[in-house]
């Protein structure tokens, strides 16, 4: 299968959490990018389905992302430390921090 991904990604570890129906799903992001999020999880939700995720960064911030999960990969358990079990997210809405946390990451610097 082609890589349909443009945007640039970083990998970073950052604990996220979402919900689904009553239950409160954990995981840690593989690499974030402008554009989306891989998200490493034994809990996989369905392809389409609408999220909203609390990223969670060092010293207690978190910040609100809203996204569509875009793809899935189901990894057996002896495999995991090789290959990322988990779900991509499109995001949909995220705040502006969110964008200055990326830009510190890929050391970018924004001229205002």
């Known amino acids: 299968m082609a890589n349909r991904r443009f945007s640039l990604r970083k990998r970073r570890r950052f604990l ?19 554009t989306g999020i891989f998200v490493r ?12 995720l609390q990223l969670l960064l060092p010293g207690g911030r978190k910040l609100q992302l809203r996204g569509t ?12 430390a090789v290959v990322p079990s988990g ?3 499109r995001l949909n809405e995220a705040p502006e921090e ?12 924004f001229v205002s």
């Open 16 to 34: 996220i959490e979402w919900l689904s129906g009553d239950s409160l799903c954990t995981g840690f992001t593989e690499d974030i990018s402008p």
């Open 87 to 89: 779900f991509g997210v």
């Open 41 to 52: 999880s034994t809990y996989i939700p369905k392809i389409a389905a609408a999220l909203t």
């Open 69 to 80: 999960v875009v793809r899935s990969q189901r990894v057996p358990q002896n495999l995991r």
């Open 98 to 109: 969110y964008f200055q946390l990326l830009a510190n990451l890929f050391g970018l610097r």
